[in-house]
Antibody
Framework: QVQLVQSGAELRKPGTSVKVSCKTS????????IHWVRQAAGHGLEWMGW????????GYAYKFQGRVTMTRDTSINTAYMELDSLRFEDTAIYYC??????????WGQGTQVTVSS | SYELTQPPSVSVSPGQTATITCSGR??????ACWYQQRPGQSPMVVIY???KRPPGIPGRFSGSNSGDTATLTISGTQATDEADYYC?????????FGGGTRLTVL
């Protein structure tokens, strides 16, 4: 079955960066876009951007442009999301998900990123 | 930027019909989908392309989208349906989420 398995929780200081991985299985990795969504505690879902694993093309939500980079390694069917210049308000659960039929699914289990001094 | 508005909370009695709305400018000209998120879990799509149910989603879940409003309807609501529900507008450039609605089954 289709699975997306993310890397473990991260603790970072303000101003540093974090890189989260999303290992996929059960489908052709290059056949579907990977999107990243985050959720701060007690808050809603926030779309961050997308990556085409086949071409490497990306598109980022305006809010994250200049601070986020989405990449992939097709040899291991894994997508990455790197967020720079971390702020306290970047503390959230970060999800990767696959797009298809004009919706997202399935989703990874989420990666807690905590920004604390 | 495009925005979607949902009621923060909806309450329903078991067996009754729950209706959750999602409002956005000309939302009916885009596709709408709905996600269910139980506490501590990742979201899961329950309706896509306005009114389609993925395999495994019970038939009591239905959706519609017209004008400025998309609607998720849960008929014969069960206790297991208690969760947060998020709408999403989908077109070539828009993937925005609504703020979410907490469904409480009393």
């Amino acid at each position: 079955q289709v699975q997306l398995v993310q890397s473990g929780a991260e603790l970072r200081k303000p101003g540093t960066s974090v890189k989260v991985s999303c290992k996929t299985s059960g489908y052709t990795f290059t056949g579907s876009e990977i999107h990243w969504v985050r959720q701060a505690a007690g808050h809603g879902l926030e779309w961050m951007g997308w990556m085409n694993p086949n071409s490497g093309n990306t598109g980022y939500a305006y809010k994250f442009q200049g601070r986020v980079t989405m990449t992939r390694d097709t040899s291991i069917n894994t997508a990455y999301m790197e967020l720079d210049s971390l702020r306290f308000e970047d503390t959230a659960i970060y999800y990767c998900t696959r797009s298809g039929s004009r919706s997202f699914g399935p989703w990874g289990q989420g990666t807690q990123v905590t920004v604390s001094s | 930027s495009y925005e979607l508005t949902q009621p923060p909370s909806v309450s329903v009695s078991p067996g009754q019909t729950a209706t959750i709305t999602c409002s956005g400018r000309k939302l009916g000209e885009k596709y709408a989908c709905w996600y269910q998120q139980r506490p501590g879990q990742s979201p899961m799509v329950v309706i896509y392309e306005d009114n389609k149910r993925p395999p495994g989603i019970p038939g009591r879940f239905s959706g519609s989208n017209s004008g400025d409003t998309a609607t998720l309807t849960i008929s014969g609501t069960q206790a297991t349906d208690e969760a947060d529900y998020y709408c999403q507008a989908w077109d070539s450039t828009t993937k925005v989420f609504g703020g979410g609605t907490r469904l409480t089954v009393l």
